[in-house]
């Protein structure tokens, strides 16, 4: 579970590194635009992993 989190967590930084580059590079409002979508899909990611981790420590106590 955790190789598959901290590939998608790579791939997102990576997306967003690349995409903010071209926005500084270009100019263009659209890279911006799409680095915030990958922003917004690693703060899902980050959430998903930290609900599923919660759940799986307090699958103890039941």
């Known amino acids: ?12 930084v990576g997306g967003f590194v690349v995409s903010m580059l071209l926005h500084t ?7 911006r635009q799409r ?3 990958v922003l917004k899909w ?4 980050a959430l998903v992993f930290f609900g599923a981790l919660i759940l799986r420590r307090g699958a103890v106590f039941i």
Do not use: N
């Open 1 to 12: 579970m955790g190789a598959v989190f901290r590939l998608m967590t790579l791939l997102l």
């Open 42 to 45: 690693g703060v899902v990611l």
């Open 35 to 37: 680095a915030m979508q």
């Open 25 to 31: 590079v270009t100019g263009e409002a659209i890279w």
